[in-house]
């Protein structure tokens, strides 16, 4: 069986018996290691910060469709133009912005731009529904990087000696006259 690297960037064995996990301190050294959870954590949170943009701009391109679909029958391709400078205005590229536009039944107007306004919305349904997904397993990605983290920290500094609480000397027991 190949070894997999595992959500922590560790090597899995698999059912050989062999240990699976994060490479420990004395395989690469204490700063091998904390530098690649430091690392990993900074990822994580660089793709929580890159998903949190797609949500806004997600949240923009629904408040269009949701205003378009408001028309009905009634939809002029007036309205989709300004839906559209709307989302440039919003962070979309205009390239993209006018390849959306390209597809859509601009002469005219009424149903058979209805009709393209319902279908993009779809389109968009399922990419919210992916997006939520992401979000969720970043959201544990980061939470499970965080708590490696906070772990490995935890390791790093050692046990408490007798006396001191884990942050330091432990104070004084009844009060500021002991």
Excluded: C, Y
């Amino acid at each position: 069986m190949m070894p997999q690297a595992n959500a922590l960037g560790g090597m899995a064995q698999g059912p050989q018996g062999q240990q699976a996990g994060p490479p420990q301190p004395d395989q690469n050294g204490p700063s091998d290691l904390a530098a690649h959870i430091d690392q990993n954590l900074k990822q994580s949170m660089a793709t929580n910060k890159a998903l949190a943009k797609q949500v806004g701009q997600m949240e923009a391109l629904r408040r269009e469709l949701d205003a378009l679909l408001e028309k009905g029958d009634m939809l002029e391709p007036e309205d989709v133009i300004q839906g559209a400078g709307a989302l440039v205005g919003e962070g979309f590229g205009t390239q993209e912005v006018a390849a959306l536009l390209s597809q859509a039944p601009l002469t005219g107007g009424g149903q058979a731009l209805l009709a393209w306004v319902q279908q993009e919305d779809a389109q968009v349904q399922q990419a919210e529904a992916q997006l939520h997904s992401q979000m969720g397993k970043a959201g544990i990605h980061t939470a499970i990087a965080a708590m490696t983290k906070l772990h490995a920290m935890h390791h790093m500094q050692g046990p408490p000696q007798m006396g001191q609480a884990p942050g330091g000397p432990m104070p004084p027991m009844g009060g500021p006259n002991g």
